[in-house]
C-alpha cells in the first residue's frame, strides 16, 4: 500500500541549530510528494514539494531532495528560528484526491 | 488569487446534537474539494472528497457526510453527533486535473462533550 513515515517528535532545539526531519515513503507508483507545516492553531500550509526524482523543494531557508532510491525526502534548514516551531507533516499523492500524510513531527525552537 | 475559508472556528456541541461546517473557496472554478479531519496528536485522514456539484466521494464510513450545492461550496454534516468525532476538520482545494497540490482552510476545531 501506500503510506508516509515520519521521525516521531517532538524535536527540540535550540535556535540557530541544524534541522532534520526524516519522511520515508512507499508508494505503488511513482508519487509527488510535500511538507506542509502547520501553526498553533491553524490549518495547513504548503511548505514545499517535488516532482520527480532528484527535485529539491525549497522555501523559507527549508529544503527537502526528493529520492527515490532510498523512497526518502527529508526536510532541512541550517538555522532554524524560534518561528519555526510549528508541526510539519510530510505527504505523498499518487493519483488525484488522494494525499497521504504522515502523522506529523512537532519542533520547538528554543532561544 | 485563490483563497478559502471555514467557519465556524471552533465549534463546542453536546453529544447527539446536528453539525454543519462550511467551506467555500474564491478565485477558482470547478476545483476538486476535500475534508479531512485531524484527531488530537494524530496525522490526517481524508473524509470525502468532491470532483463536482453533487459528486461526493467517502473514503471512510462513519456518521458523517458531506455535500456539494454549489461549485466552490463544501459541507459537512452529521445528523448526531458522537464523542468521537471530535477533532480538528480541515477543507482543501486543488486544481481538477492530475497530483496536484491541496491547499488547506484554517480549519474547524470541534469539541463533542
Known amino acids: 500500500g501506500n503510506s508516509v513515515t515520519q521521525m516521531e517528535g517532538p524535536v527540540t532545539l535550540s535556535e540557530e541549530a541544524f534541522l532534520t526531519i526524516n519522511c520515508t515513503y512507499t508508494?505503488?507508483?511513482?508519487?509527488?510528494l510535500f511538507w506542509y507545516v502547520q501553526y498553533p492553531g491553524e490549518g495547513l500550509q504548503l511548505l514545499l514539494k517535488?516532482?520527480?526524482?532528484?527535485d529539491k523543494g525549497s522555501n523559507k531557508g527549508f529544503e527537502a531532495t526528493y529520492r527515490k532510491e532510498t523512497t526518502s525526502f527529508h526536510l532541512e534548514k541550517g538555522s532554524v528560528q524560534v518561528s519555526d516551531s510549528a508541526v510539519y507533516f510530510c505527504?505523498?499523492?499518487?493519483?488525484?484526491?488522494?494525499?497521504?500524510f504522515g502523522t506529523g513531527t512537532r519542533l520547538t525552537v528554543i532561544p | 488569487s485563490q483563497t478559502i475559508h471555514q467557519w465556524p472556528a471552533t465549534l463546542v456541541q453536546p453529544v447527539g446534537s446536528p453539525l454543519s461546517l462550511e467551506c467555500t473557496v474564491e478565485?477558482?472554478?470547478?476545483?476538486?474539494l476535500y475534508w479531512y479531519r485531524q484527531a488530537a496528536g494524530r496525522g490526517l485522514q481524508l473524509l470525502f472528497y468532491?470532483?463536482?456539484?453533487?459528486?461526493i466521494s467517502s473514503e471512510v464510513p462513519q456518521n458523517l457526510s458531506a455535500s456539494r450545492p454549489q461549485d466552490r461550496q463544501f459541507i459537512l454534516s452529521s445528523k448526531k453527533l458522537l464523542l468521537s468525532d471530535s477533532g480538528f476538520y480541515l477543507c482543501?482545494?486543488?486544481?481538477?486535473?492530475?497530483?496536484?497540490?491541496?491547499?488547506f482552510g484554517p480549519g474547524t476545531r470541534l469539541l463533542v462533550l
Open positions: 468532491s470532483v463536482g456539484i453533487g459528486q
Open positions: 517535488a516532482t520527480k526524482a532528484d
Open positions: 478565485g477558482t472554478s470547478n476545483p476538486n
Open positions: 505527504a505523498l499523492i499518487l493519483r488525484a484526491n488522494n494525499l497521504f
Open positions: 482543501a482545494w486543488s486544481v481538477t486535473s492530475g497530483r496536484e497540490t491541496q491547499y
Open positions: 508508494a505503488t507508483g511513482y508519487p509527488s
